[in-house]
């Protein structure tokens, strides 16, 4: 046995933790209320098929709880209603990466930290002034 496969045998082999669980009847119970039991079990014909899916991505849907994976699944649901094209069939993939884009936090939503130089706070102060009399023109 290659050590890529040995890998690949331990990932399929480790134990499902029970935030994991939690996590991912969660997402696929959300899965099913919005694209409905017909697609759904179109994207899943056998419940084989849906325990494989399940336990395929439990390790990626388990590192989000249930607030996180609502804002991903509302997402969805409003990008189905209006008719967008990726969202109108079942991918879980798509699904995930919902989730994962509605929970990142992207560089325009950082809260802004000023770059000041080492100052004392004494030398800032006396910056502050020079501003301030600057500012009056003194």
């Known amino acids: ?3 890529r496969q040995q890998d690949i045998s331990e990932h399929y082999s480790r134990e499902i933790s029970d935030e994991e669980k939690d ?6 119970k959300r899965v099913r209320d919005i694209y409905g039991a017909g697609a759904f079990a179109f994207a899943f014909p056998t419940s084989a098929d849906e325990a494989n899916s399940k336990r395929e991505n439990a390790e990626t849907i388990g590192r ?8 991903g699944m509302d997402f969805i649901h409003h990008q189905k209603q209006a008719g ?9 993939d798509v ?5 994962k884009d509605a929970n990142r936090s992207r560089a325009a939503h950082k809260p802004h930290q ?9 030398e800032v102060k006396k910056a502050e002034m020079a ?8």
């Not at 000023?114 to 004494?122: A, D, E, I, S």
């Not at 501003?131 to 003194?138: D, I, M, N, Q, Y």
Request: net charge positive.
């Open 64 to 71: 989000y709880n249930i607030n996180q994976i609502n804002l």
């Open 131 to 138: 501003k301030l009399r600057e500012g009056l023109g003194l």
């Open 1 to 3: 046995m290659t050590s």
């Open 23 to 28: 996590s991912t009847a969660y997402l696929y």
């Open 84 to 92: 967008e094209a990726r969202y109108l069939k079942i991918d879980i």
């Open 114 to 122: 000023p770059k000041l130089p080492n100052l004392t706070p004494l």
């Open 95 to 99: 699904v995930i990466g919902a989730v």
